[in-house]
């Protein structure tokens, strides 16, 4: 969708890109009537150089096709930016302008002067669904990490082929994880449609670019998809009932699964578990082995699922709902409602962890191989608010909290008592918004999250709540894990601005290890 975006001439700058045949002048071309001109006081640049004025906002190249035989200019402020190009040899120059979010990078090549990407380097793909909620307009955006370091670019936006929801209240329909789903051999990308009712599917080149499945978006079984989970060859899918765009009031949710096929695409089972009205689901978590399916709902349940290999959904004694016992300790007790939101668990041991938000905790659950659930306990991080959404590093020495509300993260060791988590350590994030998605790379070595700006108030260890700054968040966050599990430092070039329009919230984290 092109966005009409007249850009103040006191902060243009400008590059021309050559090649081939075109030729550097700084006179520039003749102009149709109207067209903005580009002030004399701009110098013709290689593609190699970046005005001084373009440090650290983001600029796109394009590509050098748009040039034979003439220049191609970029007058830009790191939101917007006024192209002038030609539209064919002799035929005159034309002028559109467009914003950040219509135009990314072209032709991108792998990382250089780095190791090799695969298993065991710091090289790799970031995805991030730009959940748009415009008919058509979501995509999938793709970002390179080299040698630890967060290139500051886009590299790729995918279309959908739909699009995502809206919450822009504060009311909930947003609160899900797992929007994206990576298959075990980073071959295939699944990405939920909130708004339109399907899951787009994709393969993932070696290169980490996607080219879509045949056939995608398929249909989600439901309405408004708004988490994936991957368990061999069956894809399992929470249907919320809930955009924030259309009124679901009167649809049930449910939980539904397809088979992957050879090819990609999704073939439904005919297994599909229904769910009360209003239950909002927010996760298809898969748990270690396969063969349980745990998810959290809005309405306050606590869901498990026994998933067969041909994808077969049953739930015997579920669901389960937080105890009062869970609340003893916190202030004025029980809150009114109550939910868990957020789920992992333990690689070693059979204990899910889940997040308690409006009680600021996290709780402990043994669970069966059936998925009977008992309560073990709580713990909380003073410093945290909104505990939201988590994950558990792969050899289950550590716990990993996104506090939604406080724009930090809690990293709990559970290697010494998997079943009583201790706190180690509250790692601040940069630049606002609420943590969101996260999402560790193959090598266990980075941590990377996002901060889209999902909720109107925040946490403040001193001043408690707080608003939210209207500018803060949309960002995506790379961290580095140190020895002992804790969150070092953020890794260089992070975070980065996503590209999304105003009253966008991002969603949904992947990464592969191919650069």
């Not at 090649?19 to 580009?38: E, N, V």
């Not at 009311?171 to 699944?190: E, K, P």
């Not at 809930?242 to 649809?251: A, E, K, M, P």
């Not at 709780?363 to 988590?390: K, M, R, V």
Request: some cysteine; overall charge negative; proline content about 10%.
């Amino acid at each position: 969708m092109r966005r009409t975006l007249l850009v103040p001439a006191a902060t243009l700058c400008a590059a021309v890109l050559a090649s081939g045949s075109c030729t550097t002048s700084k006179t520039g071309p003749s102009f149709p009537p109207g067209a903005q001109t580009i002030p004399p006081s701009f110098a013709v640049l290689s593609v190699a150089g970046l005005p001084a004025a373009c440090t650290g906002q983001v600029y796109y190249e394009a590509s050098t096709s748009l040039c034979p035989p003439a220049l191609t200019y970029f007058l830009c402020d790191g939101i917007s930016y006024t192209e002038y190009d030609c539209a064919s040899p002799g035929s005159g120059w034309s002028q559109e302008t467009l914003s950040q979010y219509d135009r990314v990078t072209t032709a991108p090549g792998p990382c250089s002067d780095t190791p090799t990407g695969g298993p065991g380097s710091l090289n790799g793909t970031v995805y991030v669904e730009a959940n748009a909620g415009s008919p058509g307009e979501n995509s999938i955006m793709v970002f390179r990490y080299c040698n630890a370091a967060l290139p500051s670019l886009l590299v790729a936006r995918y279309p959908t082929g739909g699009s995502g929801a809206a919450d822009l209240d504060d009311d909930g329909i947003l609160d899900a994880d797992q929007q994206l789903v990576v298959n075990a051999s980073q071959t295939l990308l699944f990405a939920v449609n909130q708004g339109s009712d399907s899951i787009a599917a994709f393969h993932i080149g070696t290169d980490g670019l996607l080219t879509p499945v045949a056939g995608s978006p398929f249909p989600s079984g439901g309405t408004a998809p708004a988490s994936v989970g991957v368990s061999g060859n069956i894809l399992v899918v929470a249907n919320k009932a809930s955009d924030g765009i259309r009124y679901l009031g009167n649809v049930a949710p449910n939980y539904t699964t397809f088979a992957i096929q050879a090819d990609g695409s999704l073939k439904p089972t005919g297994s599909t578990f229904p769910l009360p009205l209003g239950a909002s689901p927010t996760q298809a978590y898969v748990a270690p082995g396969g063969k349980l399916v745990f998810g959290t709902e809005e309405s306050g349940a606590l869901r498990a699922l026994q998933l067969s290999a041909t994808g077969d959904l049953t739930s015997p004694g579920s669901p389960a709902f937080l105890p009062n016992a869970l609340f003893a300790a916190v202030d004025g007790g029980r809150p009114n409602p109550v939910w868990p939101a957020g789920l992992s668990a333990s690689p070693t041991q059979p204990v899910l962890y889940s997040g308690v938000p409006n009680a600021s905790i996290i709780a402990a659950f043994d669970f069966t191989a059936t998925g009977q659930l008992s309560l073990i306990g709580e713990a909380g991080d003073p410093n945290s608010y909104l505990p939201c959404w988590s994950i558990v590093s792969a050899d289950g020495r550590r716990l990993y909290v996104a506090n939604a509300g406080s724009d930090n993260l809690s990293i709990w060791d559970i290697q010494t008592d998997a079943r009583h988590p201790h706190l180690l350590q509250t790692f601040a994030l940069p630049g606002g918004g609420n943590p969101w998605g996260l999402h560790f790379d193959p090598t266990g070595q980075l941590l990377f999250a996002i901060t889209p700006r999902q909720i109107a108030q925040g946490f403040d260890p001193e001043n408690g709540r707080v608003p939210i700054p209207e500018a803060a968040g949309q960002l995506l966050h790379g961290m580095s894990i140190a020895a002992d599990g804790t969150i070092s430092d953020v890794i260089a070039g992070s975070p980065v601005t996503l590209p999304v329009a105003p009253e966008t919230n991002p969603f949904g984290v992947a990464v592969v290890s191919r650069p």
